[in-house]
């Protein structure tokens, strides 16, 4: 056996690199302390890893919470929408008839304060066969009271005689030529106009006056 051959089994057994490859033999250089380092290694990235799915479950889990929340909120602002409308639906109804009813009815005030002007009229046509002068007081008492049912629902009468001519309130049926007036003067009244309040229910027809 050569000398170079017994080297070489020498540098083997003492765990050597081969000179002609610098490569240690197997098994050289692991001990027990690399193997602990490895395991302890794998063994962090396993908790790691377990670590991490249980944040992703528990971000799922709370994900799934706010969802069902934001559900049931929804749900709940749809219902109170629902009654919103309802209730608007139904106070749309009754303000609709009560206009009705408003405009059906407006009158009834005034026609109880005309129903005992109606009574003593009724009164003045029985009593047409008595005493001439107290029918025609009998009238002129139910046309003051006409007259105060009527100008407390606010009719007042259209100023005429003596007034300047004012076509927005006076209706000219005639002209009469006289020297006792200014021209263009109402000097006489032949149907009375009325104001409701400060409205302009009729103009007045009268007569005007006409310089010679």
Known sequence: MSKEYENKQ??????????????????????????DEGLETAEAMEGELITEEVVEQSDTEQLKKELE?????????????????ADFDNYRRRTAREREDFAR???????EALLPVLDNFQLALGAKGQDPAKVVE???????????V????????????????????????????????????????????????????????VTVAKAE
Do not use: W
Request: glycine share 8%; with cysteine.
């Open 105 to 111: 009815y407006a009158s009834t005030t005034l026609c």
């Open 10 to 35: 020498t540098r083997e057994s003492a765990g050597e690199p081969d000179a002609g490859t610098g490569i240690p033999e197997t098994g050289a250089g692991l001990n027990d302390s690399s193997v």
């Open 69 to 85: 929340e934001k559900k049931a909120a929804a749900e709940d602002y749809y219902n109170r929408l629902l009654r919103l409308q």
């Open 138 to 148: 009998g009238v002129e008492m139910i046309y003051r009271q006409l007259l105060d």
């Open 150 to 205: 009527l100008q407390k629902e606010g009719l007042t009468p259209v100023e005429t005689q003596g007034q300047e001519f004012d076509p927005t309130k006076h209706e000219a049926a005639m002209q009469e030529s006289t020297d006792q007036y200014p021209d263009n003067t109402v000097i006489s009244e032949l149907r009375r106009g009325y104001y409701l309040k400060d409205k302009l229910l009729r103009p007045a027809m």
